[in-house]
């Protein structure tokens, strides 16, 4: 499960998500389409808003630097 796919379920915008991590929304729509990757502490707040484990949230992308 991506992020977006995530925060759909949980029925949260990342204007929300940004407002509980205290990461920039802009950030949060980067991160979301791959432009940048999150460092721990930020996998960490977002996983924790949406209610998941950070290494389920962020392993598609995990698995894509392996290729």
Do not use: W
């Amino acid at each position: 499960m991506d992020i977006k796919e995530a925060r759909f379920h949980a029925g949260l915008s990342q204007y929300d998500i940004a407002l509980k991590t205290g990461i920039p929304q802009s950030k949060l729509s980067l991160g979301e389409r791959g432009y940048l990757n999150f460092n721990e502490v930020e996998k960490k707040k977002i996983a924790k808003v949406l209610n998941c484990k950070p290494h389920d949230l962020f392993l598609q992308s995990v698995e894509a630097h392996k290729k």
